[in-house]
């Protein structure tokens, strides 16, 4: 009875269970060839059954033991559908190929693969503003890949990005992909750049106190204009906005918005999409003046009291928060100097809002006992490390000191080899070990140049030069240069290197070939030739000494016959064998564009080491700048305060030559003409030097309330100059009194070159001075 009991259960399993087991297998055998490179319907979720080997079809570059490596089955593996599926897409993510299939027959797995071809070339149609190496930078897909479809999309979108970013926003980019024999193809970027879309208007919402008129001279993106043919800061550049609410943020610090937010800075295409209107919103605040100002020292050695006079802010000033981060580095600058290497400057802000006012306290305290561990260089594709590494003041071992990274910083870009240099500070091996990383934007140091212009004291002229600033990348300056004027021709070819045998000394060599036409002020021609050796070296940062040694053969001749006596009797060639050195102090903040600090310079030369003059030549010159940021709010106001003196005596029984003199007018005393005061022969009118100099210049450099792109700025100068000591003389007029000339000018950097227009006034001349209201220099290269 159970038995039979047993028998018909069995029969009754058997009856519904296997149509369900084989619909369930049919099924899934249908969705596996549904899928491409499916595995085929040999293989079963459980294992069952051994790998004998694995056959690869259709390949033809890949060999078949690299298919066979991406497998997860390897002979004498149990069969698994899990492995064999990701086998399969483990193959496809190689990129290699573009169809996979995968399936069992008997014991063995069979792969059939169809390889993705080679890309032969990749080129580019239709780019003018990118040229095909930019292209090819920021693209993936290179000559001799693999390609895929993948790829040359986010090739192009890559190249839309980049046009994105250059204000081309209606570019098209269109892949075009040409079939070649053995599976290779070439990839053609059909590109149609489109119109930029420049900045139509720029908005400021929010802004009570500031005018809009303001506001647009302090951001850095500048509304499209005619005037800006070869500007680039009116193309939309998302990336701008962020540098100009900050731009927008720090100006307002510096008016006494102490609680300034730029809460937003939005961009809106035009719907012809020809344009964008950019908006800010800005929370201006409250404006706050200096309440109390206090600076505590923590520090063993240095007491607040010797700190005190770094703080150049009082009570009732409007606060400024440049000049707060400017006093904190001053701060600790100062007590750097003073034997404190690690010093940490914390200004404490105390605002009340309600009187509008603000405590400011400065406390200084011992920082961190940080080392440079080590300082890493990038970016220089050219230059050769040593020489961006001999500018850096720190060296590793030593403290860390914000003060001298910054002056390094300075240093680097003063080299004028980079368009932009950052040095930067991250964690080292230990926490008390930094690493400095100097990251330098290479730019280019060769210059060749094709010129031709007019200066009032050369007058008409041309020029060809070939320089390279950087010769190998090792920092050696090499310049041949030849110009030919009305007034003046020259010849010149020089050399040097700033660190001869990687030491500190810097040596160079001048061979020179100079005529000068100065009938129209002495009645002569000059002729000169010769060379000159230069050596110079560093005693510190900011003192540095030079030596030079020039042999030079000069020629007075075609003397008018009507010339001065003076200048008659010096006709001739005479050999000037001369040594000479110049001592230099400088602490300007830079010496390509310094706005504070000031330079002095003392330079002393000796003629009769051979030759046939014999002279002692002294001359002393400085200049000072006073930045006036902090009273007008803009860098580009500077006062500039130059003085120089210098003294000529002969000695050995010999008189000087008028080759040697002094001359006193032009650039060294606008208002009048150059060699157009001091002494002076009245029977001829000839100019003819003197012994005895001094100048004195006041000048006051403004910007000019135009776009400051177009590069044109202001001055406004009184110069004051002396000069005497000539040979005497019936004729002879030596009048020792001061000159005075002052006026206005402007500069335009423009395109062309740069074009210098100053008008003076004589204001203290005497009878005989030449003078001149209006001097005009101008130069191109192309």
């Known amino acids: ?114 390889e993705n071809p080679i890309v032969n070339r990749v080129a580019f ?122 731009l927008l943020r720090r100006y307002y610090l510096r008016q006494g918005y102490a609680d300034v937010q730029i809460t937003g800075a939005t961009a809106e295409l035009a719907p012809d999409r020809s344009g964008f209107f950019i908006t800010y919103q800005i929370d201006e605040g409250r404006r706050y003046r200096v309440g109390n100002v206090e600076t505590t020292s923590a520090l063993r050695n240095v007491t607040a009291d010797q700190l005190r006079r770094e703080v150049d802010i009082s009570r009732g000033d409007w606060y400024d928060g440049d000049a707060v981060e400017r006093i904190s580095q001053s701060l600790s600058d100062r007590a750097n100097e003073q034997g404190a290497p690690f010093v940490e400057v914390t200004p404490r802000i105390n605002r009340n809002r309600e009187e509008g006012t603000a405590d400011i306290t400065f406390e200084v305290k011992e920082g961190s006992r940080i080392y440079v561990e080590r300082i890493d260089i990038t970016g220089n594709v050219r230059t050769q490390d040593r020489v961006i590494r001999r500018e850096m003041r720190l060296a590793e071992g030593d403290a860390f000191n914000a003060a001298q990274v910054r002056r390094s910083r300075q240093r680097i870009r003063d080299l004028g080899y980079f368009g932009d240099v950052t040095v930067s500070s991250s964690p080292g091996s230990a926490p008390d070990r930094v690493i400095l990383t100097t990251n330098v934007a290479e730019r280019a140091t060769g210059e060749i140049s094709i010129g031709g212009g007019y200066s009032t004291d050369a007058g008409a002229l041309a020029d060809i030069g070939l320089r390279e600033r950087n010769l190998l990348g090792t920092g050696i300056d090499a310049r041949f240069n030849g110009v030919l004027a009305q007034r003046r021709s020259q010849l010149d070819v020089s050399v040097t290197d700033p660190s001869f045998l990687d030491r500190n000394l810097a040596v160079g060599l001048d061979v020179f070939y100079i005529t000068r036409d100065l009938r129209s002020y002495s009645g002569y021609e000059e002729r000169r030739y010769g060379f000159a050796i230069r050596a110079g070296y560093e005693f510190n940062e900011y003192l540095r000494q030079s030596w030079n040694y020039t042999l030079s053969n000069r020629n007075i001749f075609d003397v008018a016959t009507n010339a001065s006596l003076f200048i008659r009797e010096q006709q001739g060639t005479t050999l000037l064998s001369q040594i000479g050195q110049t001592l230099t102090y400088d602490r300007r903040d830079s010496r390509i564009d310094p706005r504070s600090g000031y330079v002095v310079r003392l330079g002393t030369d000796v003629a009769g080491l051979g030759g046939d003059v014999y002279y002692f030549r002294g001359r002393v010159d400085g200049t000072y700048y006073i930045p006036l940021e902090r009273l007008l709010g803009d860098p580009d106001y500077v006062i500039a305060i130059n003085a120089s003196a210098g003294v000529l005596e002969p000695f050995n029984s010999r008189e000087e030559r008028i080759v040697d003199r002094f001359f006193l007018g032009g650039e060294n005393l606008r208002g009048f003409e150059t060699a157009g005061a001091g002494p002076r022969d009245r029977a001829t009118n000839d100019s003819l030097g003197g012994r005895v100099l001094w100048t004195q210049s006041t000048e006051f450099r403004f910007p000019l309330p135009i776009p400051q792109e177009i590069g044109i700025s202001g001055r406004a100068f009184v110069d004051v100059g002396s000069l005497s000591g000539s040979s005497s003389g019936s004729t002879v007029v030596d009048d020792a009194s001061p000159r005075v000339g002052a006026g206005v000018g402007v500069s335009w950097r423009s395109p062309f070159g740069l074009i210098n227009l100053d008008f003076a006034q004589a204001v203290v001349k005497r009878p005989e001075d030449q003078t001149q209201f209006f001097r005009f220099g101008f130069g191109t290269r192309f």
């Open 125 to 246: 149609e239709g780019n003018s503003k990118l040229n095909d190496d930019t292209l090819r930078n920021e693209t993936q897909l290179r000559a001799r890949a693999v390609f895929t479809s993948q790829a040359a999309q986010s090739d192009r979108n890559r190249i839309l990005e980049l046009y994105s970013r250059r204000g081309r926003l209606s570019a098209t980019v269109t892949p075009q992909i040409i079939q070649l024999d053995q599976n290779r193809v070439d990839v053609v970027y059909e590109i149609n750049e489109g119109d930029v879309a420049l900045v139509s208007r720029i908005n400021f919402v929010g802004n009570r106190t500031i005018s809009d008129s303001r506001l647009k001279e302090i951001v850095a993106t500048r509304e499209a204009a005619w005037y800006r043919p070869f500007s680039t800061t009116d193309t939309y550049e998302p990336e701008r906005l962020n540098f100009d609410r900050e």
């Open 1 to 114: 009875m159970h038995a039979s009991l047993s028998s018909r259960a069995l029969l009754l399993a058997a009856t519904f269970l296997v149509p369900v087991l084989a619909a369930s297998t049919a099924d899934a055998q249908q969705r596996r060839r549904a899928a491409p490179g499916a595995v085929a319907p040999g293989a079963a979720r459980a294992a069952f059954g051994t790998v004998a080997g694995i056959d690869i079809q259709g390949n033809q570059r890949i060999e078949a033991d690299t298919i066979r490596s991406y497998m997860l089955l390897q002979p004498g593996d149990a069969f698994e559908e899990d492995r064999l599926d990701r086998s399969l897409r483990t193959l496809y993510a190689t990129g290699l190929f573009r169809d996979v299939r995968v399936s069992r027959q008997g014991d063995r797995i069979v792969v059939r693969v169809e």
